[in-house]
T-cell receptor, first 111, second 113 residues
Framework: DAKTTQPPSMDCAEGRAANLPCNHSTISGNEYVYWYRQIHSQGPQYIIHGLKNNETNEMASLIITEDRKSSTLILPHATLRDTAVYYC????????????FGAGTTVTVRA | DSGVTQTPKHLITATGQRVTLRCSPRSGDLSVYWYQQSLDQGLQFLIHYYNGEERAKGNILERFSAQQFPDLHSELNLSSLELGDSALYFCASNLNRDEETQYFGPGTRLLVL
């Protein structure tokens, strides 16, 4: 079962940063926070993950609060191609690596 | 392109029939995961195979079965199909190492009429 809470939808202007929040108040010490996205019924695509520290890669940044009960995915310069459903998932190394997807946040980037 | 391939892309069949979905993992990956995505239930984990052996089961119906072959490709068999089995079926693969992400294929869209 999904252990995260995300807003169902949000809009973002093209070229602006998109900040996607996720609550995971029951996260365990050994659970990572993963973000995936799904563009129009394509296979989900990995974006970024982290345990405690903030992380950045070529796609996005992940900010995890000190108590690890929430996180924010930041798309620094949203483009129309970033329109997708974004899933925040918590997963432990010892749960056999399965991913439990919730409803996610539908992000619409507008020109 | 994730490197994971799935065939067929689309499948239309009738209730009561049996179908087989195929997944080829990324080169070198030992783990294959199957997920079902339906309109009312979202993306749900079905089953995980590692190097030919079943590792974990999720919400997989008894009418469904899977296997992973020595060449590491996997097949998901769906039998006695019902209208509610219409969905997107995704497979994903990885090396099953700690912290590793999963790489998803493009999916098979199944329509049961």
């Amino acid at each position: 079962d999904a252990k995260t809470t995300q807003p169902p939808s949000m809009d973002c202007a093209e070229g602006r940063a998109a900040n996607l929040p996720c609550n995971h108040s029951t996260i365990s010490g050994n659970e990572y926070v993963y973000w995936y996205r799904q563009i129009h019924s394509q296979g989900p695509q990995y974006i970024i993950h982290g345990l405690k520290n903030n992380e950045t890669n070529e796609m996005a940044s992940l900010i995890i609060t000190e108590d690890r009960k929430s996180s924010t995915l930041i798309l620094p310069h949203a483009t129309l191609r970033d329109t997708a459903v974004y899933y925040c998932i918590v997963s432990a190394q010892n749960n056999d690596y399965k991913l439990s997807f919730g409803a996610g946040t539908t992000v619409t980037v507008r020109a | 392109d994730s490197g994971v391939t799935q065939t067929p892309k689309h499948l239309i069949t009738a209730t009561g029939q049996r179908v087989t979905l195929r997944c080829s993992p990324r080169s070198g990956d030992l783990s294959v995961y199957w997920y079902q995505q339906s309109l009312d239930q979202g993306l749900q984990f079905l089953i995980h195979y590692y190097n030919g052996e079943e590792r974990a089961k999720g919400n997989i119906l008894e009418r469904f079965s899977a296997q992973q072959f020595p060449d590491l490709h996997s097949e998901l068999n769906l039998s006695s199909l019902e209208l509610g089995d219409s969905a997107l079926y995704f497979c994903a693969s990885n090396l099953n190492r700690d912290e590793e992400t999963q790489y998803f294929g493009p999916g098979t869209r199944l329509l049961v009429l």
